[in-house]
């Protein structure tokens, strides 16, 4: 009896590798959406040298908005240190529009930061731990 439990246990963790590594639900919840238009589109990244890249992501989603705020959820995420970069699309393009000089025009936000004076948060300003969060609020700047 106790080979049959040992070997039900160790199947189990086989079968399983999701178990080894402790996983649940994150809620990014973006705030300050002045408009119902397009959708909002959340980057998570894990480590620096990818932050704000499309290579490299930790996952990525999305949510049609809503006036107010926009919830966006990511299951089975494993636990760890991640950063948010988002935008909100309003003209659902699936990209972020920006002007003559390169600078964004549609609302953005970041994990725990702001936009500097001449660019973007570094990954070390945005970065929080998913062990401790299970949700994350993120107000929108450069909301017009």
Not at 21 to 47: D, H, I, M
Not at 107 to 124: I, Q, V, Y
């Amino acid at each position: 009896m106790k080979w049959f439990l040992l070997l039900s246990i160790c199947t189990l963790f086989c079968l399983s590798p999701s178990l080894l590594v402790a996983q649940s639900s994150l809620v990014v919840k973006v705030q300050g959406l002045k408009q119902a238009s397009g959708v909002v589109r959340v980057a998570l990244y894990n480590k620096a040298k990818n932050f704000l890249k499309f290579e490299g992501l930790a996952a990525n989603g999305f949510a049609k908005a809503s006036a107010g705020e926009t919830q966006v959820i990511f299951q089975n995420l494993p636990h760890g240190d991640y950063a948010i970069a988002l935008y909100h699309d309003k003209n659902d393009n699936k990209v972020m529009d920006k002007n003559w000089w390169g600078i964004p025009v549609e609302p953005l936000g970041f994990s725990n930061a702001k936009l500097r004076s001449f660019g973007p948060p570094k990954f070390e300003d945005c970065v929080f731990s998913f062990k401790t969060y299970t949700e994350i609020s993120i107000l929108l700047e450069n909301n017009k």
